[in-house]
């Protein structure tokens, strides 16, 4: 959530961590700061706000140096403000910046204060700054320091540290908060996300749990949680460098929903042979496992979590396998029952999910084997499953989800049908849903056409502070997808309900007021979404109908605009992309921070 950049080079590095820092901007935060060694004393420089707040800053009251570490932060200790902003530094000693959350950092603060350390902050990190300055007081190295101090803190970290007698080393830690080693030519770099040092290395080197990484200049040297010497390997990023930016679009978000009939083909492009899904592109062990595998459990939270539901109905119409669906944050705090033969699915955006990797991790010993869904090459849950689909959507950076999301439904119904071929599913039905699968692009880039109808009938909820979203089978996902997107990003109310549900409560709220948000593609639920339609209409309620057929007309009170023909397993797919448009035009009128809404972060790596 928070992110991470740290440079040791021979030029000057302010602008290197700064320019770092703008490129983690989308993962959300409150302050930014950061810690260089000018020669003769570590000097700091924070500010509440914006990066640009600390650039200003800069250019006041310039840091130089050729060594430094900066951070963003995302508030989960103390409040917004300077003083809690990272670098927290000990004694002028000491700098460190901190991902994660420290759960015991308040016994660690009070026997801190029993020898003496004073508190600037109400933040978890200090603890950490204070107790790696005893350690090193007390005769250690820094080395030392850092592996005594570690194993202290419970909880998770990334962690990026300077000390005053090592003023061309940067120490890196970790423990389930992601960090990753930029390796240049004379320069060495840490940040928290690759995207950050793109513009000064496109080489990478993921520290896996437990690592600890002495960076200088010339040398990179890791030792393993077992205090072993170790060496990492080292990959190259493969994405275009400007990958990340806007592309000539207004926000992040709209350039990234028209990136969806290019990515959506990334998404199955090599991954058919001859009409067919290929499961080599699982892994080499996927044959075997599939063979094995009686029954699916998928973990996810947010955006990933309605993907997961939405492969729910596929693989049990589909495939003919069982299949549960549950919120990471929940399953890994109840005792759950884990059958023979279970596949255990992860589904991540950025593959660092905090939630989604602990349920991982908790579960290993117990299943048949585990399968993630990520976009982020080198992540933490790609290295830690037994097998990996990489969804291809290259960098996402509006914190709402929306590429990401549709490549994930793509790589799950690749998933289903490779399992399904060993349950219910015949060669030929599997070789015309490719054949349908293989027109998605064409049809997503139909539904982008309706971009100008959306941005028009979005008008209508310039002045709404709640909304409901219907659906049903496959598309109730949708409808929640639909509801998370319009709240996270214009701050309006949503929920989303199967459409049978509207007399079981939600009825209660239908007025005027309340815009009621349809998704109704023309297949054998229609006619019974149209009855719950009237109950809405009889109510006074205003329906806004995305539709498949001619068979909902608009009329008083009806809103309908036509979406492309489609084939059937298509449309949760395509439905979406009308939710995202229509989301994000509501967001404009509403004049909120589209591509970074408030309160939230890209990557969740905090529980």
């Not at 700054?129 to 005893?134: G, N, P, S, T, V």
């Not at 991540?348 to 602990?358: F, H, I, N, R």
């Not at 969804?391 to 049908?417: C, D, M, R, W, Y």
Request: glycine letters at 8%; hydrophobic letters at 40%.
């Amino acid at each position: 959530m928070c992110g991470i950049v740290g440079a040791t080079t021979q030029r000057s590095v302010a602008q290197i961590l700064i320019e770092g820092l703008r490129r983690l901007e989308y993962r959300g935060y409150d302050s930014a700061g950061m810690a260089i060694w000018d020669g003769k004393q570590l000097q700091r420089l924070r500010r509440e706000g914006k990066v640009q707040m600390l650039a200003d800053a800069q250019q006041q009251t310039p840091l130089t140096g050729s060594c430094g570490i900066a951070h963003t932060r995302w508030a989960t200790h103390g409040v917004p403000a300077e003083h809690n902003a990272h670098p927290h530094m000990s004694n002028q000693r000491i700098a460190v910046v901190h991902n994660g959350i420290i759960e015991n950092f308040e016994a660690l603060r009070k026997d801190l204060r029993s020898d003496g350390y004073v508190f600037e902050s109400e933040t978890d990190t200090e603890v950490i700054a204070h107790l790696l300055d005893r350690s090193v007081q007390a005769g250690n190295s820094l080395l030392n320091a850092v592996q005594e101090c570690t194993v202290l803190l419970k909880g998770a970290f990334a962690l990026g540290i300077m000390h005053k007698d090592n003023p061309s080393q940067i120490i890196a830690a970790r423990k389930g908060s992601p960090l990753v080693i930029g390796v240049g030519l004379g320069e060495n770099f840490i940040a928290s996300d690759q995207l950050a040092l793109l513009p000064v290395t496109d080489r990478f080197m993921f520290l896996e749990e437990g690592d600890i990484a002495l960076i200088d200049r010339d040398s990179i040297s890791i030792v393993d949680a077992a205090g072993e010497i170790v060496e990492r390997e080292i990959s190259t990023y493969e994405h275009s460098v400007n990958a990340a930016d806007k592309g000539g679009y207004k926000h992040y978000m709209l350039k990234e929903i028209h990136e969806q009939p290019t990515v959506t083909k990334a998404a199955f492009n090599g991954r058919i042979s001859e009409g067919l899904v290929d499961e080599n592109c699982f892994g080499t062990a996927a044959a075997a496992i599939f063979d094995q595998v009686k029954q699916v459990q998928i973990i996810a939270c947010g955006t990933s979590f309605h993907a997961g539901l939405v492969a729910k109905y596929w693989m049990e119409s589909i495939a003919g396998i069982p299949t549960q669906v549950e919120v990471a944050s929940e399953y890994r705090y109840r005792k759950a029952v884990i059958s023979e033969g279970t596949l255990f699915i992860s589904i991540s955006q950025s593959g660092e999910t905090a939630d989604t990797l602990a349920a991982l991790r908790d579960v290993k010993d117990q299943i048949l084997a585990s399968l993630t869904i990520c976009n982020v090459p080198g992540s933490s849950l790609i290295r830690e499953s037994d097998l990996h689909l990489m969804t291809n959507a290259g960098p996402e950076i509006g914190v709402a989800s929306t590429k990401a999301f549709t490549t994930q439904l793509v790589s799950l119904l690749l998933t289903t049908l490779v399992i399904g071929r060993r349950f219910t599913l015949q060669q030929d039905t599997e070789r015309q849903l490719v054949a349908d699968l293989q027109q998605l692009p064409e049809i997503v880039a139909k539904a982008l056409l309706m971009d100008s109808d959306i941005e028009a009938m979005s008008a209508s909820f310039a002045e709404k502070n709640h909304a409901l979203f219907l659906g049903r089978g496959e598309l109730y996902p949708i409808a929640m997808e639909g509801a998370l997107k319009l709240k996270e990003i214009s701050y309006i109310h949503a929920e989303a309900y199967p459409a049978g549900e509207l007399k079981h409560g939600p009825l209660a709220l239908v007025d005027k007021d309340m815009p009621v948000v349809t998704v109704a593609p023309d297949n054998d639920m229609l006619e019974k979404l149209k009855a719950n339609l009237q109950e809405v209409r009889a109510r006074g309620g205003e329906l806004f109908i995305f539709c498949g057929s001619d068979a909902i007309a608009s009329d008083n009170g009806y809103h309908v605009l036509r979406m492309p023909e489609m084939p059937e397993i298509l449309e949760a797919i395509v439905y979406t992309i009308p939710m995202q448009l229509f989301s994000y035009h509501v967001a404009v009128l509403k004049g909120t921070d589209v591509d970074q809404p408030r309160n939230l972060a890209k990557s969740v790596t905090v529980e």
